[in-house]
Every structure is written in structure tokens, then in C-alpha cells.
């Protein structure tokens, strides 16, 4: 995959320490300017096509140790007059090392060296000692044909597959496939993509946290994508033969909306925003959190979010998604990649974006189911 950027983030900053463009991607730390204590470097590297692999480092600094002295070691033996140096905040300054006597390495370095060649040159168990350690060489097997990936999988649907996990599926499991637990399962080594149907279904109708990112896609393109996780990042389950059984369905029409072109009534957006809650828990918060406060240089906050406030925009995106489209929320840029979300009913639609438009501070106006059906 080819790399667009690499973004560099310290903690929880919002603004990049540096946006590498060109290779050698280096980057000089001065950690004299960072805080004493536990820190996290947090690297997200953006592939062309959408893909985003996310690395977090934890490290400590520490550059001013409490007292270093000079001239006394501890537990030590001292008499007379010691002159001791006292070294505090002072992370440049040079540690004299301790002086030996260099006689002492020489007669040390003979002793040992001469007690070696002693016991192999001397002692009758030497050679049982060598043969154990070791023993004859063996030929080497060469590796099997096909190693790594099942056989009769068909490269050109491996290829469209590959081409459409860049675009929907490497954001959150990224480009190798070692997605980002907790929040997002690694899909390498992942014993349960045994299933062929269950990775059809999940991948269309969307399973817990993850929405249907292939709600809207063709079989082929179902099979395509289905196929290459199958048999990519080391796994080899085989060709997909099977196609997904079920359309998710949506659910049932509440009761009690406030009918077309009819205002909303508080009790009714606070009824809506209630189940929009839950909603957003399953569908939404493993991108853009809980708090809403979103993952800094991949995924945008909504809590004060004033895309927000454009409600037509607020329900094309959440209705339709965003594909590669770059996004601006309080200066900072996102090149997110969001799925649609076009299998979910007008009323359920209608809950997630009230509710996102009321939590965190928020308070803009509720969306109703009408608003919603008109937009599809």
C-alpha cells in the first residue's frame, strides 16, 4: 500500500507534533520539553485510498532524576576526606566512570581464558559435552507449494476484494489487518472467519458495535471482500462460496412520531434522543466515542461539532456516509472514511441524529422520521 502522510501525535493533542510526507519519515523529539512522566505517542499512518493504520507507543520521560552523587557508591566503604559531586536537574551533565586498575582486567581475562582452554583441552567428557551441543546437521525442508494462502482462490476477485477493504474496512481494522482491540477485532488469525456465512452476513447487515458497511454493495462485491480477508494477513479459509442469506430488518415504525410537517414536541425529541442513546452506543461510539470526543486526527469529535448545525448535512452523512471526502471541525482536518448507515429505519436514522444533536453540550433542534424518509 502507499503511503499518503503519516500524522504524529503526542497524548492527547488534537494538532500533530509533525505530518510526515516524504520518506525518511524521521522526526526529532526533544522530551526535554516534555513533562516528566508516562506518556503516549500516537502515530497514524494514512494510505492512499482511505486506508488508516493507528500505532500507540506508551514511553516515560524522565530527564531530572532527584539527586545523582558523584564519589560515593552505596553501601560503599569510605574513610578520610571524600569529595563527593551532587547533580540535581542536570540531565546533560557527564557521569565520570568508575577507574580500575587495568592490571586487574588482564589477570582476570587470563584466569578465565585459561581455565577454558583447560577444560576442553583436558577433560575426557569434552567432546560428549561438543556433540550434545552440536549435532550433525540435518537437511533442511524446503517450504510447501502455496504456503500462506488457500488454494483455488481466484487472484482477480483477491485483487477487487483487497480494493475494496482499503476503502471501507482498513479505517477501523486497518491496512494489516491487526485492527484495534478492544474497539475494533483483528481480522489476522481471526478463527472465526471460518464461516463463511457469518462473514457475509456481518460484513451486509452489521454485527454489535459494526455497522453494515456492505449494506448497499452487490454480491460480487460481498464475495470479493468476504474472499480476501478470508485468505489475507496469513489467514487460508478458502474460497467463498456461499452468498449472504436475509436483508436486516429494520424496525418496526413507532408509535407516537410526530406526524409530517408537524413540529416535535420536547417529551417527543427527548423520547427519540432516549433511544437514539442506545443507538448510538451500538452503531456509532466505537469511532467517535462514547463522550463524543472521537479519536484525535482519525475519527472527528461531535460533541461541538458545528458541522452539526447544518442539519440536511448531518442526515446526508449518517444516511449516505463519506467516502475520502476531507472534513474541518474546529481547525482540525479528518480524510475519514464513513460508512453508510442506509439499512437503518427512518425512526432509528431519526433517534441517532437527535440524540447526537442534544448529548455533549449540544443543543440544536431533534430530526424526525419525516426528515429523514424525505432525504433517502
Not at 489476522?188 to 453494515?212: E, F
Not at 456492505?214 to 464475495?223: I, Q, R, V
Not at 441524529?353 to 432525504?375: I, M, Q
Request: aromatic fraction near 6%; charged fraction near 20%; hydrophobic fraction near 40%.
Amino acid at each position: 500500500m502507499v503511503v499518503d502522510r503519516i500524522e504524529v501525535y503526542l497524548d492527547g493533542a488534537s494538532e500533530p507534533l509533525a505530518v510526515l510526507k516524504e520518506p525518511p519519515y524521521r522526526l526529532n523529539l526533544d522530551t526535554r520539553k516534555i513533562p516528566d512522566g508516562e506518556h503516549v505517542l500516537r502515530v497514524l499512518t494514512h494510505f492512499r485510498g482511505g486506508g488508516l493504520e493507528i500505532k500507540e507507543i506508551p514511553f516515560t520521560v524522565n530527564n531530572y532524576p532527584d539527586v545523582l552523587v558523584l564519589g560515593v557508591d552505596e553501601g560503599g566503604e569510605v574513610s578520610g576526606n571524600v569529595e563527593l559531586r551532587l547533580s540535581v536537574g542536570e540531565p546533560e551533565l557527564p557521569v565520570e566512570p568508575v577507574r580500575f586498575n587495568p592490571i586487574w582486567y588482564v589477570v582476570a581475562s587470563v584466569i578465565v581464558l585459561g581455565s577454558i582452554w583447560a577444560y576442553f583441552a583436558l577433560s575426557p567428557t569434552a567432546e560428549k559435552v561438543a556433540a550434545e551441543l552440536a549435532p550433525p546437521a540435518q537437511e533442511v525442508q524446503a517450504p510447501k507449494e502455496g504456503a500462506g494462502q488457500a488454494a483455488n482462490v481466484d487472484q482477480a476477485l483477491m485483487e477487487k476484494g483487497k480494493s475494496i477493504y482499503e476503502v471501507h474496512c482498513a479505517a477501523c481494522h486497518q491496512a494489516n489487518g491487526q485492527g484495534m482491540p478492544p474497539a475494533f477485532p483483528a481480522l489476522a488469525g481471526n478463527p472465526n472467519l471460518k464461516d463463511a456465512q457469518l462473514v457475509l452476513n456481518v460484513i451486509k447487515n452489521g454485527r454489535g458495535a459494526m455497522p453494515a458497511v456492505g449494506a448497499a454493495f452487490s454480491e460480487e462485491d460481498l464475495k470479493a471482500v468476504a474472499t480476501y480477508i478470508r485468505n489475507s494477513f496469513g489467514n487460508s479459509f478458502g474460497p467463498v462460496e456461499t452468498t449472504p442469506a436475509g436483508e436486516t430488518q429494520g424496525a418496526a415504525p413507532a408509535t407516537g412520531a410526530a406526524p409530517a410537517g408537524q413540529a416535535m414536541s420536547p417529551q417527543e425529541a427527548a423520547a427519540l434522543a432516549k433511544e437514539g442513546e442506545d443507538l448510538y452506543a451500538q452503531h456509532c461510539a466505537a469511532c467517535h466515542q462514547a463522550n463524543g470526543q472521537g479519536v484525535p486526527g482519525a475519527f472527528p469529535p461531535l460533541a461541538g461539532n458545528p458541522n452539526l448545525k447544518d442539519k440536511t448535512y448531518h442526515i446526508q452523512v449518517v444516511l449516505k456516509g463519506l467516502q475520502n471526502k476531507p472534513i474541518t471541525v474546529n481547525g482540525q482536518t479528518y480524510q475519514g472514511v464513513m460508512p453508510a448507515f442506509s439499512q437503518l429505519s427512518d425512526r432509528e436514522i431519526a433517534a441517532i441524529l437527535t440524540y447526537e444533536r442534544t448529548a455533549w453540550g449540544n443543543n440544536l433542534e431533534p430530526v424526525s422520521e419525516a426528515e429523514v424518509k424525505a432525504a433517502r
